[in-house]
């Protein structure tokens, strides 16, 4: 059985589908499992989807939160094919099986990233351990072969290869989303200005606002996350050298390295939690990785 969820937030189509068996989070907060950071009138994990033992059961998550089913104010219900859900601004339609696009605006849900090389191939370039390599050698699709050294214990260089793999630009967003989790928490907060600018390419991603980031560089600590971010953010386009310069291109790994080192700055700050901590990225990379955690519009 397949639970298909046609939300829309914003005026925005996206389409869910959950599957039997599986327990998914909704809310702002960037570790629940669908993300809808723009909804004020979601909580950080506001309601809870249980797929499991053939029926999908709907639990609110936090206190004074309420989910609206079939426009009454519930905090758990069983759901059924055909019901309406409601939280803030954002509708939900539940249909179970198949799919039916007549809730679509005609606009698209948010799509994962197109991959047109081999894990092996976007790696080029990327240390990694033979062992390692023998994952990535063997499994050319790079889904299952982020899958495959999370299964085995290899989140370190999971997270590496997760920023080898994602285009720059979702690549850049999944740790940006990362530090906005964790700042509070974890690590200094990164300069604003810095972290805006991240932001404004992400959205638009021009040269104008690449070199923008580029003159901000000189005032980032070198040991803090949203340093080597913003570094990520200036490798990833068409030249290193001053615009008046002839084009010098950077190696294509550079803005996943540039990545991958702000994932594990932001992961050694506290060596006890560490690896909870890398999981908690990864978990958020693959969101980004099958497009269920999109970057903003605007």
């Known amino acids: 059985m397949s639970i298909i969820l046609d939300t829309q937030a914003a005026g925005v189509p996206r389409r869910i589908v959950l599957r039997t068996g599986q327990v998914a989070t909704f809310g702002t907060d960037v570790w629940t499992d669908f993300s809808f950071p723009a909804e004020s009138g979601l909580a950080a994990r506001h309601f809870r989807l249980d797929c499991r033992h053939d029926r999908c059961e709907l639990s609110v998550l936090e206190d004074r939160s309420e ?10 219900a069983q759901l059924r094919s055909g019901d309406r859900l409601s939280v803030g601004q954002t509708l939900i339609r539940v249909q179970f099986g198949g799919l039916d696009s007549s809730w679509s605006t005609g606009e698209q849900p948010a799509e994962s990233p197109k991959f047109t090389m081999t894990t092996a191939e976007a790696c080029h370039g990327v240390d990694l351990d033979p062992e390692v ?18 299964a085995e214990g290899y989140l370190a260089p999971a997270i590496r290869v997760l920023a080898a793999v994602l285009p720059p630009r979702a690549a850049t967003w999944w740790m940006l989303s990362a530090l906005q989790r964790t700042e509070t928490t974890l690590i200094r907060g990164p300069d604003a200005e810095l972290k805006d600018a991240i932001q404004r390419w992400i959205v638009t991603p021009t040269e104008s606002q690449r070199r923008h980031v580029e003159t901000l560089l000189p005032q980032g600590d070198r040991k803090s996350p949203s340093t080597w ?10 030249s290193l050298a001053p615009p008046a310069l002839d084009i010098v291109p ?33 978990h958020l990379g693959r969101n980004v990785l099958d497009g269920r955690h999109p970057w903003p519009e605007s």
């Open 229 to 238: 971010l913003a570094y990520a953010t200036f490798w990833s386009g068409q």
């Open 67 to 76: 989910v609206f089913h079939n426009e009454m104010p519930v905090r758990s």
């Open 133 to 150: 390599a023998a994952i990535v050698n063997a499994h050319p699709d790079p889904p299952q072969a982020v899958g495959a050294l999370i």
């Open 250 to 282: 950077p190696p294509k790994h550079l803005t996943g390295t540039g990545v991958a080192t702000a994932a594990m700055l932001v992961a050694s700050q506290n060596p006890i939690t560490m690896s909870t901590t890398m999981e908690q990225i990864l």
